[in-house]
Structures are given as structure tokens and as C-alpha cells.
């Protein structure tokens, strides 16, 4: 386990809060940076989803169903399919979780993980930050800029990163609405294996 979450971090150097880059003193805290929170919650802990639901219950989130939850996919019999309203330093978050076998898109376009599994975790903010300063700060996380950058999607922006390694493939959304603020966050592993 340990040699996959290893490999899982040498796709993108995992910023947190001792790094240089968000250590800065004008930096957002802990208290009002979503980029922190999406870096602890979900991209540190993809693709591992138990690591996730651990942290669900050790912090007394509250878990979410129905069509709350169905939401967070367009796949219609995900292996794993989970979210919460998480309270976290006094703002309140919508996380998801989900987990299957690769759709026919991934297979094409990866056919040596066609066997393998994709685990997304998505963070839904507030609607509360900048979509200025969470680009930026999202491109400090990902240590590259973006491959595409608010692409229009109705009235949503999409910009995405990706990266990988032989065993590995990650992908990270940023979605902003057109009114200048941050609405989701989200990174998708594929690997090879099931975690």
C-alpha cells in the first residue's frame, strides 16, 4: 500500500502546508483555503478510498444519499458511491466519492488500464473564495500549469491538469462560475490495480 501511494505522489509533487509554496505569508490558512482542504481530504487520500471514510467518521460528517449523492456521478452502477456535508474550519464543504471500473472513453484512451479502476473525489465549495486565487493556488498544488484553461460549460469555467506514470493517471478539474467565485474541485486517479 505504501509503494502505491508513493507512486500516487511522484505524479504531482504534494504541496501542503510546510511547502514553500503555501507557506507563503500571504497565503490563505487552513480557515479559508479550499486548495488546503481538497489537497488533505481528497487528493492526498485518492485512491484510496477508505482513507477517506475514515476521516468521514473520525470527523462526524454527515453522510449524504439520494439524489444529494447522485450528483457526484454520470456512471449509473459506480463500484463506490459515497458523500458528506463535511464541516470543516467553521465552512461547510460537499464531498463525494467514487469508484468503478474504467468507462469505454478511459479504455480508449488507456487501453493498458482497461482493467483498472477510477477513483474521483470531488470537493464542492462554498461558493465563498475567488476563482482568481483558487486557479492559482490549485496550479501551486499541481506544480504545472494547466493543459486546458475556462473551457465554458454553461455557465460553469472548466480547467484541468493531468499527469501519470506507467501505473498511474491523474487528472485534476477546477470548475468557476462566471461570476468570479470557485465552486468545485476534483481529481481523478486511474490505476491499474484496485486499492
Known sequence: MNCIRQSVFSIFALATAFSP??????????????????????????????????????????????????QFTTIDNPTVLLGWDARIAKRLYRLGVVQSGLTDRFKEAFPDFADGVATG????????????VVLERMNQLARKQPDSIDVPEGELLTTTWSGGNEDFKVFLVYKSGTNGKANLLNVTILSKEAT
Open 21 to 70: 509554496a503555501f507557506a507563503q505569508s500571504d497565503a490563505p490558512t487552513a480557515d479559508t483555503d479550499p486548495v488546503l482542504v481538497f489537497n488533505r481530504v481528497c487528493y492526498a487520500q485518492v485512491p484510496v478510498v477508505r482513507n477517506i471514510e475514515d476521516m468521514a467518521t473520525r470527523f462526524a460528517w454527515d453522510r449524504m444519499g439520494g439524489d444529494d449523492l447522485k
Open 121 to 132: 473525489c470531488t470537493l464542492v465549495l462554498d461558493g465563498r473564495d475567488e476563482a482568481d
